[in-house]
């Protein structure tokens, strides 16, 4: 079982040895190279290959055809599609004594901004993605100037920075930021030049970048707030994609493992008190160390802190970390934030390493948990923002609080500007998985996915309304009847069986929650699975503190009361998932009686601009 396109490594290799414009006709030529230079039988020889029991499809082979997720996919695609790149890249010419017309960008992106030019590379990245995804050639061609043009600022020296302010305060945090730009834009839009430069932004970040890797409370160090033990991540791709071992070494030194993976892989909760989203992104770092190098103590930190932010960081939506820290366990701190503060969850930076963690650990365990969790922080914190503002106003915390509303971050341009492009971009790479003998359904949306069965071409066609419904189907296209297993995810949150249909009739297969199913048949062209996930009402207390303070669920959703009035800061609103019934008026919203007073719930991301109450005093029984 293979993916039409290449998994990552495979495609960074083809992609060095092809010419631009070859590349630029289309993924296909690459992934044909790919198949016939790289034998299935050769590529699970490799170390590689023997710690991930899934693999991921390119963004190109997975296509979103519609739902919510494709639709958010759409609108921020435009909204990034639409960016004045003169102004993208004007602090950057600045600096370079080049001419720089348009407007200054303002908040944290100016030159003595928070963070001077520093969401650039990611809004390159998730640019780049959405190329691969949908072949737009207006996007592709957007990624090719933004290099460029940024390209045309570095000096003799290899200085690259927009402002010293940015070389002196997070030297590390923004070179994270350009390299995955830089290295997206080379693997997926094809820009032949992105890769030398992306060696050059490191050469010429060296001389800024402290020893090792600090953490914030660590002193003495050479600014509060970077993050060079978010590096490793993307300093391991640039030794792959770039074969330079010198890269590989660089990343090792900027692992964070006297403070927190030993500690971590020793069972040692050390998260509280850290800040939140940078160390689950640190864990990702740890998850492409275990990736590349092989050491299972990478692999044992990123599970045990995945474990602990599951069990005591984690609110009902997924998100995790009030005033972007991860709290003490065990003393109801969760509960205590929800009227202490507004901001209770980073959300599109949170969202984003969140889902390249649970990427990971699909990849190396093939545990259907991970992809349940993958589901509930997609649904319920990153698909619930407000579209981004072209003005660089965009949404940052989900507020969980009593009464609450969502806003946009005061200050424009913040770190979330960038990251909401890219997470949302991974929806596509978060739906499938391939193994040596099937596909892994992961997601529940509208799609696509172009595969190769022992070497058959084949597609699989996903049509659903989920979550307004709880049925999808996946209908098969091969070229050829062939023998394999379509593995689809039962999620842990289902209180009944799922069921399971080929071609309409009833099929006997194992699926217990928190499982992938295994349904293996000889498939043939227009078969279709059809899956019924039983919703059901069901609560989720804040913590063992608060047992009666309690979000409600439908099925994978995190419902929030409407309408809510505020004195309930002081006097928790009443209800129990058994008290819910779904309204007949329209889909997704659901209605509470108590004491002659009736409460309206939707899902979080159905929120706009609406008072709403998330956790609520659970009724006795
Ligand atoms: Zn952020």
Redo the contacts with the bound molecule.
């Keep these: 079982m293979r993916p039409q396109r290449l998994k990552e490594q495979d495609h960074m290799r083809s992609t060095r040895t092809i010419s631009r414009r070859r590349f630029l006709q289309g993924m296909g030529a690459a992934a044909a190279m790919g198949r016939q230079s790289i034998p299935t039988s050769l590529r699970a020889q490799t170390g590689r290959s023997r710690r991930e029991k899934l693999f991921p499809f390119a963004y190109s082979d997975v296509k979103l055809t519609g739902g919510a997720l494709g639709a958010q996919l759409d609108r921020i695609h435009a909204s990034y599609q639409g960016l004045d790149e003169d102004r993208l890249l004007k602090v950057y010419r600045q600096r370079a004594g080049l001419p720089a017309p348009g407007e200054d960008m303002g908040g944290w992106y100016d030159a003595e901004g928070f963070g001077p030019g520093q969401v650039l590379g990611q809004i390159i990245s998730g640019l780049a993605r959405f190329y691969s995804e949908t072949g737009n050639p207006a996007t592709q061609a957007k990624v090719e100037r933004l290099v460029k043009g940024f390209g045309a600022t570095l000096d003799a020296q290899d200085y690259w920075y927009p402002s010293l302010k940015a070389s002196t305060a997070s030297a590390a945090y923004t070179l994270d930021k350009i390299l995955i730009g830089l290295l997206d834009a080379g693997r997926f839009a094809g820009v032949s030049q992105a890769l030398e430069i992306a060696r050059r932004c490191v050469n010429g970040s060296i001389r800024y970048l402290p020893p090792r890797a600090y953490e914030r409370f660590e002193a003495p160090k050479q600014a509060v707030y970077d993050e060079t033990y978010t590096l490793p991540e993307n300093l391991f791709y640039l030794g792959e994609a770039s074969n330079d071992p010198a890269f590989r070494e660089l990343a090792k030194k900027y692992l964070m493992d006297a403070t927190y993976f030993d500690p971590l892989s020793r069972g040692e909760n050390v998260l509280p008190g850290l800040h939140a ?1 940078s160390h689950v992104n640190a864990l990702c770092s740890a998850a492409r160390a275990y990736l590349v190098l092989g050491e299972s103590k990478y692999l044992e930190a990123v599970r045990n802190a995945w474990d602990m932010i599951e069990s005591a960081q984690s609110f009902a939506s997924g998100g995790w970390g009030p005033n972007e820290e991860f709290v003490a366990p065990g003393k109801g701190l969760l509960g205590e934030s929800l009227t202490k503060t507004h901001a209770h969850f ?1 959300t ?2 949170g969202s984003y390493a969140h889902s390249k963690l649970a990427r990971y650990l699909l990849r190396f365990t093939a545990e259907a948990r991970y992809g349940d969790s993958l589901e509930r922080v997609i649904y319920n914190t990153i698909l619930g923002v407000k579209d981004p503002q072209a003005d660089g106003h965009v949404f ?1 915390y989900s507020d969980y609080h009593p009464a609450a509303q969502k806003t946009y971050m005061q200050e424009k341009w ?3 500007s960038g ?1 909401t492009p890219q997470v949302v971009a991974d929806y596509a790479i978060g739906s499938y998985f391939w193994s040596e003998d099937g596909i892994y359904v992961n997601l529940f949306t509208p799609s696509e996915v172009n595969c190769r069965v022992q070497r058959v071409p084949a597609k699989i066609i996903q049509t659903t309304n989920y979550p307004e419904s709880d049925t999808t189907e996946l209908r098969v296209e091969i070229a050829a009847p062939c023998e394999f297993s379509l593995y689809v995810r039962i999620p842990g949150w289902l209180k009944s069986p799922a069921q399971l249909a080929v071609n309409g009739k009833s099929i006997d297969v194992e699926a217990a929650p928190r499982t992938f199913a295994a349904v293996r048949r000889r498939w043939q062209t227009n078969d279709a699975l059809q899956i019924r996930f039983p919703f059901s009402f069901w609560g989720l207390p804040i913590d063992e503190q608060h047992p009666n303070l309690t979000a409600m669920m439908w099925g994978p959703l995190m419902l929030v009361a409407l309408d809510s009035p505020l004195v309930l800061a002081k006097k928790p609103m009443e209800a129990s998932p058994a008290g819910l019934r779904a309204t007949a008026s329209s889909p997704l919203t659901f209605e509470a009686t108590r004491e002659a007073e009736k409460l309206r719930f939707v899902p979080f991301y159905r929120v706009r601009d609406e008072v709403y109450t998330t956790y609520v005093q659970q009724q006795p029984a």
Aim: some cysteine; proline content about 22%; glycine content about 0%.
């Design positions: 989203y980073e599109p930076c940052y913040p770190c979330c990251t």
